[in-house]
């Protein structure tokens, strides 16, 4: 099948003969260079066990990479003449690949294919913070995500306490994934050219949460804790209309520290209390 698949016309032919120019509307920035494709399969790991997500295939450069490295896979895709683009591929790996034409973030694909379940995508920028956030609602769903972002946002995810990009993305995140950053690409890999860098990086999901938690509670402290970033947390959580001195108190936590000061422990404690006590 390899052998197939690099007897196939190059992305930017299949770009020109199925007019698939980029839709500004749909997210799209094509990666036609093929050692990044494959690189970013690489970083996915053995793909050959359970079933291997892609969200968005374009004209088809992972998806090659993909099928090149014996994955089983899904692709969500939205737009129509992408479909008709990869139809070539389809042809060739037969079972191995799966072509849902639809949009992604209507779609629940822990119903798709079996675990160990990962998800390697070039996300659209445009929605791709929020398909990970649905994601991870079900993390034991999954094993693995292999993710494409604007380098801010992956640094977003990734970032530890104290650092200026920690925030609610890098809480929830780091308590149900090990996160690491794989690569950085320039704009000018992609057309057309973003208006930021990107960057690759790996979620591999933790057996269980680093801390037990009610996910919902914790979304909903740290969304005002972080709403007001710079002042102290006992200024921060007054919207939750509770004794938040009390609430501190409990949790063992400093009324005069900062959001970005606390750990993810502390945000752990400060929702445990809460739900407990008030």
């Known amino acids: 099948m390899i052998e197939e698949i690099n007897n196939l016309p190059s992305l930017q032919e299949t770009v020109e003969k199925y007019n698939l120019s980029p839709k500004k509307s749909l997210g799209q920035n094509f ?11 690489r970083i996915a790991g053995n793909l050959e066990q359970g079933s291997v997500i892609e969200i968005g295939s374009g004209p088809g450069g992972l998806t090659r990479a993909l099928l090149s490295n014996k994955a089983n896979l899904t692709c969500i895709e939205a737009d129509e003449r992408a479909v008709k683009a990869i139809s070539p591929l389809k042809k060739i790996a037969g079972e191995k690949l799966t072509v849902i034409n639809q949009d992604a973030t209507n779609t629940d694909i822990t119903k798709i294919g079996s675990m160990p379940r990962q998800v390697v995508a070039n996300l659209p920028y445009n929605v791709g913070t929020l398909l990970l956030m649905k994601w991870l609602e079900t993390p034991q769903e999954f094993t693995k995500f292999t993710l494409m972002f604007q380098k801010e946002v992956a640094q977003r ?42 960057a690759v990086i790996s979620l591999i999901v933790r057996d269980k949460p680093l ?5 919902k509670t914790l979304t909903k402290i740290t969304k005002f804790a972080f709403g ?3 002042k102290m947390i006992k200024a921060s959580l007054k919207q939750l209309n509770v004794d938040v001195t009390k609430l501190l108190d409990i949790a063992n936590i400093d009324p005069k520290k900062r959001a970005e000061e606390l750990t993810i422990s502390d945000f752990c404690n400060i929702s445990n209390v809460f739900d407990n006590n008030f």
């Open 31 to 41: 990666l036609f260079d093929m050692n990044i494709t494959n690189k970013i399969a």
């Open 157 to 198: 995810i990734t970032a530890k306490t104290g650092d200026k990009n920690y925030g609610r993305l890098a809480i929830l995140c780091n308590l149900l994934c090990h996160t690491k950053i794989e690569m950085f690409l320039p704009a000018s890999a992609f057309t057309p050219p973003p208006k930021v860098e990107s």
């Open 228 to 230: 007001q970033r710079r």
């Open 211 to 215: 801390y037990p938690v009610n996910i």
